[in-house]
């Protein structure tokens, strides 16, 4: 079955500098790509996705990219701010969000 | 507000007893999907279902059962607990399978 990985698993910035996530996959059939924000005592919050014919999207801070080939996909943000830091998810699923495989999660920390 | 509301909240069981958790969706999301998120981790896929149809499964025994109601409600019912149970439970919702999903606050459960 699919398998998501995910590194950092934290990542500390300054406030407004860049932070990257990354994450691979295992199962080349994969080809919905979405990114999530769990704060603490919340449900995850979709921030952005991705579909397997498209190798970048933006959206403001935000950009999500993706290499088929490689099997890997990241996320960008750009001018963090101190409400950025949450546990950001990546996941990946087949037949366009079936069922998500989720990665373990990277604890993003902004300090002001 | 997401539109996913969980109940109850927080909930604390023994072993061997049965508990069902609930989900109300918004209106037109004919899609659920469970969740189950242990301490630190990622959440890893119950089941989901689509008109009240079980649409795909994935690694849980069958004391991890479902039902979705045509009023957009749905139950997760977990018999015969045990500690590995205790977990936040989510529930995610779309108009279709593919569509984003939105995900409630979840439901943590303490077995003990």
């Known amino acids: 079955g699919e398998n998501v990985e995910q590194h950092p698993s934290t990542l500390s910035v300054q406030e407004g500098d860049s932070a990257v996530i990354k994450c691979t996959y295992s199962?080349?059939?994969?080809?919905?790509f979405p990114w999530y924000k769990q704060e603490l005592g919340k449900g995850p919050q979709l921030i952005i996705d991705?579909?397997?014919?498209?190798g970048e999207k933006k959206d403001q801070r935000i950009a999500v990219t993706l290499n088929k080939t490689a099997k890997h996909f990241s996320l960008h943000i750009t001018e963090t701010q101190p409400e950025d830091s949450a546990v950001y998810f990546c996941a990946a699923s087949k037949n366009y969000g079936q069922n998500f495989v989720f990665g373990p999660g990277t604890r993003l920390s902004v300090l002001p | 507000e997401t539109g996913v509301t969980q109940s109850p909240t927080h909930l604390i069981k023994t072993r061997g007893q049965q508990v069902t958790l609930r989900c109300s969706s918004q209106s037109g999301h004919n899609t659920v999907s469970w969740y189950q998120q242990a301490l630190g981790q990622g959440p890893q896929f119950i089941f989901q279902?689509?008109?009240?149809?079980?649409?795909g499964r994935g690694n849980f025994p069958p004391r991890f059962s479902g039902l979705q109601f045509p009023n957009y409600s749905s139950e997760l019912n977990v018999n015969a607990l045990e500690l590995d149970d205790s977990a936040l439970y989510l529930c995610?919702?779309?108009?279709?399978?593919?569509?984003?999903?939105?995900f409630g606050s979840g439901t943590r459960l303490t077995v003990v």
């Open positions: 991705i579909r397997s014919n498209v």
């Open positions: 995610a919702s779309s108009r279709v399978p593919g569509d984003g999903y939105t």
């Open positions: 279902y689509y008109r009240e149809e079980e649409n």
């Open positions: 199962d080349s059939a994969s080809n919905y």
